[in-house]
């Protein structure tokens, strides 16, 4: 067994040094920077990784403006892909919501060993199914004895099992939402002159990961706090777009109303030439509120 291991680290070395690719390789995945090692990318053969990196030549790949090679994925979850090439295992935090998404990145991938240890775990919380099986069943049921019923009361429990079914206002968690971003303008010496906006960089998400997750869904960056348990508060979120109309219409959309709003400005640069402007910079606060 120690000779085959040795025999495989040495055809390993000899792949390495044939290989046009350095020892170490730097990844731009979705925005997110990853530095690894060629053998990493390599050890699952016919993967689409292993193609790239061993099939194909440092020319052939598409690069970013640094150099790194660049794949148009999920950089979030490129991190768990990379921890399976390492010692093929996979290991998930155990407040994980993203399974099925993770799915698909390693079909993407052609990762199929760990395409299908992730399937079994889609599921795992049966109770949306069952529910869907007992609506059905108490469907069926109505439909065999609706003859034993006047019609009055034939719309009366169908009424009613359809709001059972449908969400209800008790049935969504309330809560507090507070949105946040920093911006920045100039004005000049001339007041009468309009104010030169910048670009708003980030807005900022913070409250309960649940419902953060409720109302933002895939527009949502969780990248600064990606294993936060559900339950938990967190003020590391961002949103993926940078118009807070944007913001306010998905808040609105699931109930929530604005309840409170906060802002400051400093100045942030101020130069005695008359020709100059001032460079202000503000941050504001929105808090949303979902009874």
């Known amino acids: 067994m120690s000779l085959a291991n040795t025999d495989t680290e040495r055809g390993i070395s000899g792949a390495e040094s044939e290989s046009p690719f350095s020892e170490v390789i730097e990844l731009n995945v979705g925005g997110q920077v990853y530095v690894t090692r060629h053998i990493t990318l390599v050890a699952v053969p016919d993967s689409l990784l292993w193609t790239m990196f061993s099939k194909k030549t440092p020319k052939d790949l598409v690069r970013d403006n640094k150099g790194r090679y660049f794949l148009d994925r999920d950089g979030f979850l490129f991190r ?3 921890d399976y090439l390492r010692d093929l ?3 998930l935090p155990d407040y994980f919501p993203e399974q099925s998404r993770l799915q698909r990145e390693a079909e993407f991938f052609q990762l199929r060993d760990l395409s299908t240890s992730i399937s079994p775990r889609m599921r795992k919380d049966n109770f949306i199914s069952d529910d869907i099986c007992q609506s059905e069943t108490e469907e069926g049921a109505l439909q065999c004895g609706i003859g034993s019923f006047s019609g009055m009361e034939t719309l ?3 009424s009613a ?3 059972a ?3 209800s206002r008790e049935s969504r968690k309330s809560g507090y939402i507070t949105i946040g971003y920093r911006g920045s303008y100039s004005i000049g010496r001339d007041i009468q002159t309009d104010a030169k906006f910048r670009r708003v960089a980030r807005i900022t998400v913070c409250g309960k990961t649940s419902l953060a997750k ?3 869904s895939d527009t949502l960056n969780e990248s600064r706090d990606p294993d936060r348990p559900p ?3 967190t003020s590391r979120y961002y949103l993926k777009f940078n118009f807070l109309e944007q913001a306010f219409d998905k808040l609105t959309e699931v109930g929530f109303h604005m309840v409170a709003c906060s802002s400051t400005g400093t100045c942030a640069f101020t130069n005695n030439d008359p020709n100059e ?3 202000w910079t503000s941050y504001m606060e929105y808090v949303f509120c979902r009874d």
């Open 80 to 82: 768990y892909i990379l």
């Open 89 to 91: 295992n996979l290991v």
């Open 156 to 158: 009366r429990i169908m």
């Open 161 to 163: 099992m359809s709001s």
């Open 165 to 167: 079914r449908s969400p």
């Open 214 to 216: 409720e109302v933002f």
């Open 231 to 233: 339950e938990r508060y």
């Open 277 to 279: 402007d001032t460079i």
